[in-house]
């Protein structure tokens, strides 16, 4: 009788125990929940002299788009450091407002096209991901 009530207490600890791991498993990997994705892109000027155009543009997941302007990386005299800054403001401004909506900043990709020697046009571009859980 003594074995009968051992193997029936080692046999509901074990049951515990794989109750207790399934129950941890589920909390640290919740299937309930999808992942929506949004970005934000900065397209800066680097066309000399201040004529060309910079913007940052943000596509929201149900495909609302709005435009904020920049400032170009150059003005008549050459590279300008307060745009430059200015548009470091902008862009920190635009990562701090999505955080606090409860986006998580996911990665960035980056790219250039550089001026030739036919053309002094180029810009640079980074997009920005963000991502947040849905239920």
Same mark, same amino acid.
């Given at each position: 009788m003594k %074995?009968?009530? &051992? #193997? *029936? =207490?080692? =046999? &509901? @600890?074990? +049951? %515990?125990c794989v109750f207790a791991a399934f129950v941890a498993f589920r909390s %640290? #990997?919740?299937t309930s929940s999808k992942v929506v994705y949004m970005q934000f *892109? !900065? +397209?800066e000027s680097i066309i000399p002299g201040g004529m060309g155009r910079s913007k940052m543009t943000t596509i929201l997941p149900d495909g609302t788009k709005t435009d904020e302007d920049l400032q170009n990386f150059y003005s008549m005299v050459g590279i300008n450091f307060g745009n430059? !800054? #200015?548009?470091n403001i902008a862009i920190t401004k635009k990562i701090n407002d999505l955080v606090s909506q409860g986006w998580e900043f996911d990665k960035i990709v980056t790219g250039t096209q550089s001026p030739t020697d036919?053309?002094?046009?180029? @810009?640079? @571009? *980074?997009?920005?991901?963000f991502k947040r %859980? +849905?239920?």
């Open positions: %074995a009968n009530k &051992l #193997n *029936s =207490l080692v =046999l &509901l @600890i074990a +049951v %515990a %640290a #990997n919740p *892109s !900065t +397209v430059i !800054t #200015n548009n036919k053309n002094g046009q180029g @810009i640079f @571009i *980074s997009r920005y991901f %859980a +849905v239920e």
